[in-house]
């Protein structure tokens, strides 16, 4: 965990998130600033800086994170299918677009048109 980290406030309860999902290794909550009619933040419990920090070690981790976007979606509305679907978005780094410096998955979906912005900033 990191003192001034937004993402791990929320965490430790410290500021408050409309919280959609949580385990002993992840937390999902929405975003504050929706690009989509569905848009969460999956976002690991430990403190990662990005995706450019991620080493072969993390693998398990990650694969266990990937492996919650698509129940993480369904439960909160994306539709299924071929007609249905979600976004998933890692914005990493400062070119990259990633304003928060704590890894997190944008999980984005509902219908169309959405707001505008091809990939969000957080």
Known sequence: MSENCLFCRI???????????????FIVFKDINPAAPIHLLLVPKHHVVSLQDIIPSDSEWLGRMMSLVPKIALENGCAPGPSGGFRLVANSGAHGGQEVGHLHFHIMGGPRPWSGRAAPNA
């Open 11 to 25: 965490i430790k309860k410290e500021i408050p998130a409309d919280v959609v999902y949580e385990d002993d290794e």
